[in-house]
């Protein structure tokens, strides 16, 4: 991506002048994070992964027990492991955190490793992202491209450059999967705020950014609070919301044993409407008892809302039911102010009987017994529609349609649409009888 602010130009042309990842910090990287494991086969055989050499176990040379070895040829320290594999392979990651131009720098490189038996291991590393963050807190990335599927951690394009990047939480995840090398240089705002080479099991850079950014953040770690530090930095929104509570429950010399059920507790103050700045709220002699209360509180609040909101779906559930009956009422009288003066009109040959549809739910009946939209496409709220069902008996031929303009059959049809063997006759029936038809329209 193309720099297009001032500290992104500033940053890319700071990253071009970096020196690469040192030898020194290359090996340290191969001693701290590769798992390096004497691979035991069953005859008793070690293989060292680091040089390749084999031996025989327990045969009197350097250190050989359950948990460990020494390979008499390189002297690495190696964990032993029972298992028929000859190859080992893998990625980890490792962060050096330095400093440059006033910029805290944090470098994170990926380190391959691979080895196989009776070969000494292959080791390199490339460096994959850096994390620059201004003394005011505010992080700038750069970082290699990733390939597809991008998801995956360890997909990065190693022969692409390395360019200012919109933020990825994969960044985030391989600074805290890294190792981070011993020898740090920070910058001295943040010695200022109090950091002295300590990370608490944090991110470095969630770390570095809080403390550079937050005030709150910066007091808890000179004050020793290390604990409520934590938790404030992994829940944001608890220290934007509850920190005046917090100031005010040091103030008054509380001892909160644990941060989380207390922050939990003023939330369910707040959600009850009791004042959380208040110290008779928030600072209950038995915390345990105050607790409890609150949540049999909420649950006795969320039980009457529940009730409510019962009682008001069941109210609109019988409204919505009044207002189709309404409806339903009201185009059933629509339909019989428009078709009422057809009803009872009967056209017959002796064998086949043409009767009009004298209600919606016949409409419907139809439709359904014919596999027709006669009812789904609203043929009954048509004015100058008449729709007559042509039958041998009570079983249904055809249904027909008749335009009261032209008083000619515009549509009839028998089950799906499909015309039968009585349709001629049915459609001649229809049109020579027009004449009753029009007499019931003129009555």
């Not at 450059?161 to 890294?178: A, F, G, I, Q, T």
């Given at each position: 991506m193309k720099p297009k602010t001032m500290i992104q130009k500033e940053v890319a042309r700071l990253s071009a002048s970096l020196r690469p990842i040192s030898p020194k910090q290359t090996e340290w990287a191969y001693t701290n994070c590769v798992e390096h494991i004497a691979y035991r086969a069953k005859s008793g055989v070690l293989t060292c992964p680091d040089c390749g050499h084999t031996w025989k176990s327990g045969d009197g040379t350097l250190c050989d027990t359950l948990e460990g070895c020494i390979c008499p040829h390189c002297g690495a320290e190696l964990k032993v492991q029972d298992t028929r594999r000859r190859t080992q392979k893998g990625v980890r990651y490792f962060c050096i955190l330095t400093t440059c131009r006033g910029y805290q720098l944090i470098r994170v490189a990926q380190a391959h490793y691979s080895s196989k038996k009776g070969e000494p291991m292959k080791f390199y590393c490339t460096e994959v992202v850096q994390r620059w963050i201004s003394p005011d807190g505010k992080v700038t990335?750069?970082?290699?491209?990733?390939?597809?599927?991008?998801?995956?951690?360890?997909?990065?394009?190693?022969?692409?450059?390395?360019?200012?990047?919109?933020?990825?939480?994969?960044?985030?995840?391989?600074?805290?999967?890294?190792?981070?090398?011993?020898?740090?240089?920070?910058?001295?705002?943040l010695r200022r705020n109090g950091f002295k080479g300590d990370f608490y099991g944090i991110s470095p850079v969630l770390l570095f950014k809080r403390l550079l950014s937050d005030t709150r953040i910066e007091t808890l770690m000179k004050s020793g609070e290390i604990e409520d530090m934590k938790y404030f930095i992994l829940n944001p929104h608890n220290a934007e919301m509850l920190w005046a509570s917090y100031l005010i429950a040091r103030r008054h010399h509380y001892k909160i044993n644990s941060l989380e059920?207390?922050?939990?507790?003023?939330?369910?103050?707040?959600?009850?409407?009791?004042?959380?700045?208040?110290?008779?709220?928030?600072?209950?002699?038995?915390?345990?008892?105050?607790?409890?209360?609150?949540?049999?509180?909420?649950?006795?609040?969320?039980?009457?809302?529940?009730?409510?909101?019962?009682?008001?779906?069941?109210?609109?559930?019988?409204?919505?039911?009044?207002?189709?009956?309404?409806?339903?009422?009201?185009?059933?009288?629509?339909?019989?102010?428009?078709?009422?003066?057809?009803?009872?009109?009967?056209?017959?040959?002796?064998?086949?009987?043409?009767?009009?549809?004298?209600?919606?739910?016949e409409y419907y009946e139809e439709g359904k017994a014919q596999n027709i939209c006669v009812f789904g496409a609203g043929y009954y709220t048509k004015a100058d529609s008449l729709v007559l069902s042509a039958r041998i008996g009570d079983r249904i031929i055809e249904t027909v349609e008749v335009d009261l303009q032209t008083l000619r059959v515009v549509q009839c049809h028998g089950k799906g649409n499909l015309n039968t063997p009585y349709h001629d006759r049915i459609v001649e029936l229809v049109n020579s009888n027009a004449q009753l038809i029009k007499a019931r329209m003129t009555a």
């Open positions: 990335d750069m970082a290699l491209l990733r390939t597809f599927p991008s998801y995956y951690c360890d997909q990065w394009s190693l022969y692409s450059d390395m360019e200012v990047r919109p933020y990825n939480s994969l960044y985030d995840d391989v600074c805290k999967w890294s190792e981070v090398y011993p020898l740090i240089r920070t910058i001295p705002q059920l207390w922050c939990d507790y003023l939330q369910m103050l707040n959600n009850l409407g009791q004042d959380i700045h208040n110290p008779k709220n928030i600072c209950p002699a038995d915390f345990i008892d105050a607790h409890d209360r609150a949540m049999r509180r909420i649950e006795a609040k969320r039980m009457k809302e529940r009730t409510e909101n019962e009682r008001r779906w069941e109210a609109e559930r019988r409204d919505r039911e009044q207002r189709k009956l309404l409806e339903e009422k009201q185009r059933e009288d629509d339909f019989k102010a428009m078709k009422s003066k057809f009803f009872g009109l009967i056209i017959s040959d002796n064998e086949i009987t043409v009767k009009v549809l004298e209600s919606i739910e």
